[in-house]
């Protein structure tokens, strides 16, 4: 199959138009017509090599959603016609501890959609059939795309963590992951506090979901919620006053963070020790657990804040996301 895709063949360049060739289709293998395929930060972080992993020409795109046009003679519950979506991951051995148990995100095989392989900024797309999901009956697909990396991201943790309806949770960082974890809280039943260094937003955080707004900058602010808190995600990627955070959560409560800091985070131990504090990471989730959030997000009619370009449209696209701009995710249409 011929596919015309956007790529970089170079870090940090522009994506050019680029024309590549899919073999013949595996027989675990689905192909999907990309309708709408999200921009997400990480598509900026592989086009730069900031991870060192990247391979060009890379094309960009893992918040993938489209209709399934040709499927191998082993695939299991899908079928030429469904609409479905595709994030991050693309594949994984299927064999393993951690995928037989149903936490195919873990696996130490796991296939990254952009990684030594070509992404969704394209007309077709291919994976393997255990990580095509098929959309639930009226979901918006031109707002599903950043479910598949952005949602989960923060969909996860809250399972992960225990978080309980009746909770008091806290989100770092309300961009393109943070507004999302705003809107997931509150459905779940949260109490929502927002951290953010432009008070400015105020109005704007309480209608995604916040019921609350605390400048991160104000000492006065973190000490008038101090041991309150039981959860709090971080959603950002820079260095932070961790202690401070960790002074807001109650006894045993979990910072979770989900932002890929690069520098160490300097976490006091006996900010943990003293109130059975902890504090962790994920990546995304499992196939099964991004189903339920599908699921999740058409019951309660959740859907990103997102911007709309064309695909022919991309390096603007990006442009806009390096600049800050983005309000909140943003989606090519193929």
Known sequence: MKVNAYAAHEAGAQLEAFEYDLPEIGQEHVDIKVHYCGLCHSDMSMINNEWGMTAFPIVPGHEIVGEIVAVGDQVKGLEIGDHVGMGWNSASCMHCNQCM?????????????????????????????SWVTKLPEGIDMSKAGPLFCGGITVFNPIVLSGV??????????????????????????????????????????????????????????????????????????????????????????????????????????????????????????????????????????????????????????????????????VVLKA
């Open 101 to 129: 148990d149903g936490k195919q995100h873990l696996c130490g095989e796991v296939e990254g959609t952009i990684v030594g392989r070509h992404g969704g900024f394209a007309d077709y797309v291919r994976g393997h059939w």
């Open 164 to 329: 309980q309806p009746t909770d008091k949770v806290g989100v770092i960082g309300i961009g393109g992951l943070g507004h999302m974890a705003l809107k997931f809280l509150k459905a779940w039943g949260c109490e929502v506090t927002a951290f953010t260094s432009n008070k400015s937003k105020t109005d704007a955080l309480k209608a995604m979901g916040a019921h609350n707004v605390v400048d991160s900058t104000n000492a006065e602010e973190l000490e008038n919620i101090a041991g309150s808190l039981n959860f709090i995600l971080n959603t950002t990627n820079v260095k932070l006053d961790w202690n401070a955070y960790l002074t807001t959560l109650a006894p045993q409560g979990k910072l979770h963070t989900v932002g890929a800091v690069l520098e160490p985070m300097e976490i006091p131990a006996f900010s943990m020790i003293s109130g059975e504090k902890s504090v962790g990471g994920s990546p995304l989730g499992s196939v099964a657990l991004t189903r339920k959030m599908l699921e999740f997000c058409v019951r309660h009619d959740i859907y990103p804040t997102v911007e709309e370009f064309d695909m022919s449209n991309v390096n603007k696209a990006i442009q806009h996301l390096h600049d800050g701009k983005a309000r909140f995710r």
